[in-house]
């Protein structure tokens, strides 16, 4: 994960914009994990020898007790054979080491709290005939072939999803209306209670009602039946549906609740686990990844959200959704989306912007453009001059450019500003914008051009917003495309994340029925159920035998269709650290009668590579079918410039890898299996300091199919992604650095007392993933001892390993030695 804190285990800030103020800099911790608490997994009972009573809990227990260790006990696991542990919370560092010394130990890892999730957009219709609602609800569904298994019958009968998420409101009549045996809702779990937040102490209860909205959302895409006020159903309304609450009615959820939540719904029998939930880690090994995707081994479907941080550019991967055999989920925007229009008084063609919603203005206005230079490039970026007129009466009309869209309607509304419209600066379609709680929206270049033209010539044009009536629904511009906010992969450890895309921009689903029965929300949670749904068809269909279990993922991703970069023709396509494997087709993954594994093919870097596979491709249906094998490249992003990754868009090069197969046409009679080698080599000529994610696709087409296989590998060493931030660029001084109590970069040796504010605080980041991070104080003459620092001179080592780096090798990790510091005690 790349982070933005900075600490000397005391101090930590958390940004996400360059040139931060130095001073703003918190002296506490805002790491997001429970300090001092840890999952700890143990060996099984028999790895203790046989002859042994004992479990591995009280062998644990009481090997601690022997050493002296402090600590308290948060929640213990004995889940058959997925995990074996603890969740411990120890007193100071001598119990950690105590832990660490302890032989059955496995793993010690921090219990991280996972923020609930957000939707991207938000929107409630106001009733059944809002002309603001999606024009065809089912628009998901003809997307991915959903309603195609529905007309033939299939809708998840008999298949059990857990849901777990902040509850569901069972009582909607879309859900059932009820809980427990008989209903939707058939079973499940309250893990904490309304009041947990992530920092308190969880109090479960039975019922998983819903306090949040965003899983009774969830729970709807999955499994909603037909409603009747706005003509939508579930993707598997047959489904019984599980609802495993980890949520409270606000903050987070940990780590240790996630994995009780986890083994519960797996000995509960739910055939597959649907988690919208997560957040960037970057590796596949954290502890609830680590558990999610055993039970995924096990043979159950478990789909989890690939994660809304799009801006922040590659190497994000979400966990859990990184666990290795998880299906991870990435969104992709539907097909049609709604603008609303303005109304001209002079007869011009109404005017369209981006919004759900009309913006609240009552009445026609006059407009006032901010400068009549309809090429201006910072319009409205400073304050507007002082013969500018009180602008409560006018629609403002802005050029987009330069400086932030709220800066821009802060000078405005600093002239008195209530409405304003900012147009954009080229040609393009129009997209959401963040406006704050400004009253303001995108229009199109030409239509500025057309406002700004009428203002200069003084003409008395007015422009109303009607409140009914004005809304229309077209295709959307990003259609059908990845959702911008969709995470891009892949893993530090080059694992192929997200694994598959489903439609999560812009659905219709269920919402409790205090907030208003319905609402629109976008984000990869809403792309995650409709995974977890078509997967319910799926082992409907063909039933629940483990080998269609564990098939699951290579289904969807050999029969998923490849997603473009743009609407332009000759646009390579997306990066599949994007799209995975491309947008599901669940009638595809269902009715395909060949068979090909595997679905991923996984290069790793250039130090690791692995660039010869096999391909097997079986034939299953009744004759003989001859398949062509092609190569189908997508876009290779380029993810890193002077070591920090780019965020989004991502850059795509159309220097694609090169692949040779052993056979370009194969023939393979009913019932066998025919193996296809391939090998790939890199795209060259690229910057390696562009840390290059090459990725595509194999394809696999007969009369009858149309399968691919998807490859992705890096044309770089892993181990050259710098990991410790030596710029200057994003705190606007050199760092790491150590600051001092009032702010200040220290220069040459200095003294702290360690009384109050007057410590020094280590100014770091990181640019990249790190497996290990150490903070060492060194000083050659005085022993540390691990609770007080004695007075004394000292340098603060930090070293973080490169990612592949062996731990154990000194010059696999970067260092940063800090100036000296001088500890005196009063
Ligand atoms: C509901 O949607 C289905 C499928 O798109 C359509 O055939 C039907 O006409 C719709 N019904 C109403 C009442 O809009
Ligand atoms: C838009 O303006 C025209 C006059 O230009 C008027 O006839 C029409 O009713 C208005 N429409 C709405 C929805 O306000
Ligand atoms: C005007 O815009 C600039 C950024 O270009 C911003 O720094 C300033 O705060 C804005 N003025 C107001 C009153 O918000
Ligand atoms: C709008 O947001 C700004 C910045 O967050 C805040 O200062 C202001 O009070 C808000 N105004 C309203 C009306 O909520
Ligand atoms: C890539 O190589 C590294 C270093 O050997 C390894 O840790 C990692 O698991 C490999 N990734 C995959 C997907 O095989
Ligand atoms: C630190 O304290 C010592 C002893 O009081 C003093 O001699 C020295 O000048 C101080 N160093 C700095 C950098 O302030
Ligand atoms: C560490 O040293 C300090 C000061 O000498 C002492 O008070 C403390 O008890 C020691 N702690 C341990 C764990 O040995
Ligand atoms: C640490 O140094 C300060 C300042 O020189 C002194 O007052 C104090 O007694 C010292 N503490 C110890 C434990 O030596
Ligand atoms: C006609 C025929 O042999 N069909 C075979 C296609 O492949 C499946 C599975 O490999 C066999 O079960 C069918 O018999």
């Given at each position: 994960m790349r982070t933005y804190t900075t600490l000397l285990a005391l101090g930590s800030i958390s940004a996400v914009s360059a040139a931060v103020d130095l001073s703003s800099i918190k002296r506490v911790s805002s790491a997001n994990v429970v300090p001092g608490a840890y999952i700890v997994e143990l060996d099984k009972p028999n790895a203790l020898g046989r002859?042994?009573?004992?479990t591995a809990h009280s062998a644990l227990y009481r090997s601690l007790n022997e050493r002296g260790a402090s600590w308290d006990l948060r929640r213990e696991y004995d889940a058959d054979d997925i995990f074996t542990g603890v969740s411990l919370k120890v007193k100071s560092d001598k119990d950690l080491m105590a832990l660490a010394q302890v032989?059955?130990?496995k793993s010690i890892k921090p219990v991280f709290l996972h923020p609930r999730p957000e939707p991207v957009t938000f929107y409630q219709p106001t009733g059944k005939n809002d002309p603001k609602l999606p024009p065809d609800t089912f628009s998901t569904h003809v997307m991915t072939g959903v309603d195609k298994l529905h007309a033939e019958g299939y809708t998840g009968k008999g298949i059990k999803v857990a849901v777990i998420d902040t509850g569901i409101d069972y009582l909607h009549p879309a859900l059932g209306g009820g809980y427990g045996g008989g209903f939707k809702v058939s079973h499940g779990y309250d893990f904490v209670g309304d009041d947990y937040t992530g920092a308190n102490t969880p109090t479960p209860d039975e019922d998983p009602m819903d306090c949040g909205g965003h899983g009774t959302h969830v729970a709807g895409i999955i499994g909603a039946n037909l409603d009747t006020n706005y003509n939508f159903t579930g993707a598997a309304p047959g489904a019984l549906l599980g609802g495993y609450r980890v949520f409270g009615c606000e903050g987070s959820v940990s780590d240790e609740v996630l994995i009780d939540a986890l083994c519960r719904a797996y000995k509960d029998g739910n055939d597959v686990l649907s988690l919208s939930l997560g957040g960037p880690q970057g590796w596949t090994s954290t502890a609830t990844a680590v558990v999610a995707s055993r039970i995924a081994a096990k043979g159950r479907i478990v789909s989890i959200a690939a994660g809304n941080e799009g801006e922040f550019g590659s190497w994000y991967a979400s966990s859990p959704g990184s666990g290795v055999d998880v299906i991870s989920v990435a969104s992709v925007e539907n097909t049609n989306t709604i603008v609303q229009t303005i109304n001209l008084s002079n007869g011009h063609q109404p005017i369209t912007y981006n919004s759900f919603l009309p913006l609240k203005v009552a009445g026609s206005l006059p407009i006032y453009a901010a400068s009549t230079d309809t090429n201006i490039a910072d319009d409205a970026c400073n304050p507007l001059p002082d013969?500018?007129?009180?602008?409560?009466g006018y629609i403002v009309v802005i050029r987009r450019g330069t400086c932030s869209f709220i800066n821009k309607l802060a000078n405005v509304s600093a002239k008195g500003a209530k409405v304003a419209l900012i147009y954009d600066n080229k040609d393009q379609s129009l997209s959401g914008i963040d406006v704050g709680n400004y009253t303001a929206a995108l229009i199109s270049q030409a239509d500025g051009k057309y406002l700004v033209g009428e203002f200069a010539a003084k003409s008395d044009l007015k422009v109303s917003f009607p409140?009914?009536?004005?809304?229309k629904n077209v295709p959307s511009s990003e259609g059908g495309l990845m959702s911008t906010f969709s995470t891009f992969g892949p893993t530090n450890d080059m694992f192929f994340k997200p694994s598959v895309a489903a439609p999560g921009g812009n659905i219709l689903s269920t919402y409790p029925r205090d907030k208003g029965s319905y609402a629109v929300l976008s984000g990869t949670s809403m792309a995650t159920p409709f995974l977890s749904g078509s997967a319910a068809l799926l082992l409907e269909a063909l039933g629940k035998s483990k080998s269609i279990y564990l098939g699951a993922r290579t289904r969807f991703q050999t029969t998923s269709s490849a997603v473009s970069?743009?609407?332009?023709?000759?646009d390579p396509l997306q990066t599949l650290a994007q799209q995975g494997s491309g947008l599901i087709n669940a009638y595809k993954a269902v009715h395909a009668t060949t068979f090909v594994t595997p679905g991923e093919l996984r290069l790793n870097d250039t130090a690791h590579s692995k660039l010869d596979h096999t391909i097997y491709v079986e034939n299953k249906s009744k004759k003989m079918q001859t398949y062509k094998i092609s190569h189908v490249p997508a876009g290779t992003a380029l993810t890193m410039k002077d070591n920090e990754a780019i965020p989004s868009p991502v850059p795509l090069d159309k220097t694609a890898a090169t692949l040779t197969f052993s056979l370009s046409s194969i023939q393979v009679p009913p019932g066998l299996k025919i193996p296809i080698i391939v090998s790939i080599k890199p795209p060259t000529g690229l910057d390696p300091k562009s840390f290059p994610v090459y990725s595509g696709f194999i394809r696999i087409a007969s009369d009858m199919d149309d399968m691919k296989v998807s490859y992705l590998g890096v044309a770089a060493s892993l181990k050259d992604m710098k990991v410790i931030d030596g710029g200057s660029s994003f705190f606007g001084v050199q760092t790491p650095a150590l600051l001092d109590k009032d702010g200040n970069i220290q220069e040459g040796p200095a003294n702290y007392t360690l009384q109050g504010e007057d410590f020094p605080v280590l100014l770091y980041r990181l640019t990249a993933g790190t497996a290990a991070l150490h903070f060492d104080l060194l000083n050659p003459a005085n022993f540390v001892n691990g609770t007080v620092i004695p007075n004394g001179s000292y340098k603060l080592l930090l070293r973080a390993l490169k990612i592949t780096g062996n731990p154990k090798k000194n010059e696999d990790y970067e260092q940063w030695l800090s100036p000296q510091v001088n500890f005196a005690r009063p």
């Open positions: 002859r042994s009573v004992v032989p059955h130990v013969t500018t007129p009180d602008l409560g409140q009914t009536g004005g809304s970069s743009s609407h332009t023709d000759k």
